[in-house]
């Protein structure tokens, strides 16, 4: 493993520059095929690329911030989201309002730039995939050039060097899930922007304000997107701050302030309240709402709805938004089964095995970013199988998608799995197996991620699963 020193950044690759650029390019080229795909609703004639309703969600409060100049969404082209909640008689998004306003102010910027041209009335789909051209396709570029530099100072081994930049941007649920809106790559994305610092920090010592800065602003950022992200935000601060006390006061912390009172400030310009839309269970209680408060339990739980009457059945819906599955099965099915981490994208295996050879190895200058790796994993998992309500996987989509923004972290550790390994044809001819499983999971989910994973599609069709 290269040593980390300021040197090394000179040591990224040579050889392999080309096959980086090649594969930078390649995956940017198949997002922005993939996100104008044809695949949307359809209103009134009118396609839009919205995959389900919990983007329609998002885009519905981007749309009445910018065309009504208000967070409710009473009034929206398109039809009512089931993500939504009532406060004071009126309908918001269930979801935290920030990323909507940003986005928001993207689209009048938009409009504005095209004297008035660029709107959701005459022109939706080319101002939603410009949008998300922004939001998922120039932070992935971003993510990938960046990663290519860590990997330089990662591994002196240029086919572990290709394999992992080629996974990185064609092999993980980060580029299934940038065709639609969805906080889980902005999480993913922001993370590694606090990550990639916060290494230069710790590992080669460098002491410039702007990498302070950028760990506070972009891991807080991941906090407000993904709020367990918070103890990555901690974790982050906590270890900079015995590193290097007098920049991290003074850049990093004042820094991580911003997007968190953007967070909270949105929230009350919203509600009138700081506490989440989603956190209110009693916001979901409404005539025609899909969720409903199971009185047996207290839980939140989807509705089901005769299609010929349009009438509640007293019966609550029995699919993916009701699974209280016992804890082994729930924890097997996030591990091993179908929305398994190590089953739809097995290249993880060899991040498995790199975190245990760095968290045994003492002294190794990687081994904190293991053990954080490895906690921050084992903590969302005893969170969402334990303490995080419903056993539901994340409703109806592909994968893990709550724990998608602990992705670089995982892939920070791939090639350490794979150095000096690969003189062994078996290993290569292994690695590769596991790489085509994980692309040919991106691809069969990337016209939908909102769907069934390949693998939960086949048990279900074999009648092993219900839901």
Known sequence: MTSGNPESQAGVATDTAWFDLLIIVLTAGILLGLMTGTRGI?????????????DLSRWATIY???ERGTYDIDVTPWPN?????????????????LLPTVLAGEYLLLKTLSLGKLNFQDHPVAVMRLILATVNLVPMVIFLLLFSRLLGRLTTDPWVRMYALTAAGLGTYLSAYSVTLNNHTVAAFSMFFALFPAYLIWQEKRREWWLFAAAGFFGAFTAVNELPATAFLVAVAGGLLWKARRQALLFLLPFALIPVA????TNYAAVGSLKPTYADKAGYVFPGSYWKIDPATGRLRGSKVDPATGKESIELQKGIDNQYEPWPVYLFHMLLGHHGILSLSPIFIFSLIGLWRRIRARGDPLRPFALLTVSLTLLLLVFYV????????GGGCSGLRWLFWLIPLWLMFLPVGLEGKTDSRWVRGLACAFLLISAATVFYAAPNPWSRSWLHEFLYQM????Y
């Open 81 to 97: 989201t089931i993500d939504r909640v009532r406060v004071d008689g009126h309908f918001y998004s269930s979801k935290p309002p």
């Open 262 to 265: 953007a967070h909270f400030g």
């Open 463 to 466: 009648k092993w699963i219900s």
């Open 42 to 54: 359809i209103k009134d004639s009118i396609y839009v690329p919205i995959r389900s309703t919990n």
């Open 386 to 393: 334990f303490f995080a309500g419903p056993r539901n996987y």
């Open 64 to 66: 009445s911030l910018g």
